[in-house]
Structure formats: structure tokens, C-alpha cells
């Protein structure tokens, strides 16, 4: 069966204006993205990637352009319609794992479930990113990797369409990366989750069945990945 259209993006632009001089930091990006794949958006620090991810899950609107997610046009939402948008249907993993320090693991995974409609189990949530014995500790009695899991846990427990990913493994070491990384492919095919992964680091791209390459502000490549690996096959 055909996998059915999820997200639609038509001819985006974002400029700013820095004094005098405007800065294009996205222009005229198209491309589609379909239920269940696990994408990776590549592409070096200043080439845009991180406006595309803000505009993706609500939190900045475009200059031009739209975005659609299935029927509905998010780039027509307004404000209240965002604040739902990125509740109910963007799951959000960003490098730094902004946990609560007063709360544990669990109760951090409980305070992003509290507002949502249809959340998962949180037990069975942190059990299956491996924290199952851990959810009663502190972010501090926690490691790196595991603060991520926890992070992850969150997004997960929302039970959105899209988990958002913004350089998930930049602030861990390598093999505590690949952890990661096999916890968001675990998720993509146990969860039946679209996974958007944004990254500077080329080799995660070998894992996506769909990569997005970009540079000053376009997209330069959008393709299937037809050798797709295992992230335990990732080296850098």
C-alpha cells in the first residue's frame, strides 16, 4: 500500500532584516514527506536547516510560502491554532535535553502528557527507551545519554504525528550517540512515528529512508535512500 502524503512544503522562503543587509536564510524550499518515513535534513551550520525545522513545528512563521500538514495549511494557523499544533502534533528532541531538575524522569514525561488528549502510557513509554529502572531518578543522578532518553521519552509519551529532532546526538559522545539514534529508529518502526532528524553530521543521513540536503538556504538534493543501514553500521 502506498504510504499516504503527511507533510506538504510549497515554495518556502524566510528572510530576515539585519539592518540594512537581508538575510535569506531559507529560499523557495519544496518538498514532500510521507506517513511513517524517518528523514534526515542535512546540511552544515548556517545552511538553513534549523529556520526549516522552526517553521516545521510552529514555533516561527514563513516569509513565503506554505506548509501543509495532510489537508490543513499550518502556515495559515494562527497563534492559539500553533500552540495546538506543536501540543498535539509535534513530539520535539533538541540537543539540549531541557529537563526539568526538580523533577524526575517520570515526572518530567508526565508534565509534557498533562495537556495532551491522547497520550501514551508513560510507564510503558520510559520502559521502552530502557529507563524503566531509572524513572525515579534526577536529571543530575542521570547521564548524558539517558537525560536524551528522557527527552525522547517526553516527546514520545505525547503520542504526535511527527517527532522533531533537532541534532539529537550533538552533545553526546559516539557510541552514547548511536544509542540514541537506534532508540529513534526503534520508535519510527515500533510507533509507526514520522522521525524528521536535523543534523550537520553526514554519515546519520545513511540510516534515513529519505535525505534532505541543503545549503545557504535551498534545498540541493531530496532523495530516497535505496542503501539504507542499520544505525549500529554508522561510523564518524
Known sequence: MDKKLLIKVEDLSKHYQMGEVKVK??????????????????GPSGSGKSTLLNILGGMDKPTEGRV???EEEVTKYNENQLTKYRRDKIGFVFQFYNLMANLTAKENVE?????????????????????GERK????????????QRVAIARAVAKNPLIL???EPTGALDYKTGISILSLLNKINIEYKKTVIVITHNAPIAQMANRVIKMGSGRIIDNRINENQIGPEGIEW
Open 25 to 42: 536564510a531559507l529560499q523557495d524550499a519544496y518538498f514532500q514527506i510521507f506517513e511513517g518515513e524517518f528523514v534526515v535534513i542535512l
Open 68 to 70: 501543509f500538514l495532510r
Open 111 to 131: 508534565l509534557a502528557t498533562e495537556i495532551c488528549k491522547d497520550s501514551l502510557d508513560i510507564d510503558g513509554v520510559l520502559t521502552s527507551v530502557g529507563l
Open 164 to 166: 522533531l529532532c533537532d
Open 136 to 147: 525515579d531518578h534526577f536529571p543530575s543522578q542521570l547521564s548524558g545519554g539517558e537525560q
